[in-house]
């Protein structure tokens, strides 16, 4: 089941206008469970379902990589960057070990 999207209004109306790109590093939401807030990110519910389906986005998201090292216990190179982009995100932004993201990603 999907959460509420009644706050994500200015999205809908910013993807309907054509926007390319959305950085989701400064979005939080509460998921269904009701569990603490989750970085946006990070959250593939967020990225996949909402953003990209619900929502039927078909623009860029963009995220900060720095931002989810606060986020995500990944002790290993390359894995915060592999998370960012298995759970739907783009582009990466200052991505802090690219070489190592792409060996954890084959």
Same mark, same amino acid.
């Given at each position: 089941?999907? #959460?509420?999207? @009644? $706050?994500?209004? *200015?999205?809908?109306?910013?993807?309907? =206008?054509?926007?390319?790109? %959305?950085?989701? =590093?400064? !979005?939080?939401?509460?998921?269904?469970? +009701?569990?603490? *807030? !989750? #970085? =946006?990110?990070?959250?593939?519910?967020? /990225?996949?379902? /909402? /953003?990209?389906?619900?929502?039927?986005?078909?623009?860029l998201?963009?995220?900060? $990589? #720095?931002?989810?090292?606060?986020?995500?216990?990944? *002790?290993? #190179? +390359?894995? @915060?960057?592999?998370? =960012? /982009?298995? $759970? +739907?995100?783009? $582009?990466? %932004?200052? *991505?802090?070990?690219l070489?190592? @993201?792409?060996?954890?990603?084959?």
């Open positions: 089941t999907l #959460p509420d999207t @009644t $706050v994500f209004y *200015p999205y809908q109306q910013l993807i309907n =206008a054509g926007v390319g790109g %959305i950085l989701t =590093a400064n !979005l939080h939401y509460t998921t269904p469970t +009701g569990k603490q *807030p !989750l #970085p =946006a990110n990070i959250a593939q519910l967020y /990225i996949s379902e /909402i /953003i990209k389906k619900k929502l039927s986005y078909q623009g998201l963009f995220t900060e $990589v #720095p931002l989810l090292q606060d986020w995500v216990d990944k *002790p290993r #190179p +390359g894995e @915060t960057e592999a998370l =960012a /982009i298995q $759970v +739907g995100n783009d $582009v990466l %932004i200052d *991505p802090l070990n070489s190592a @993201t792409v060996r954890t990603l084959k």
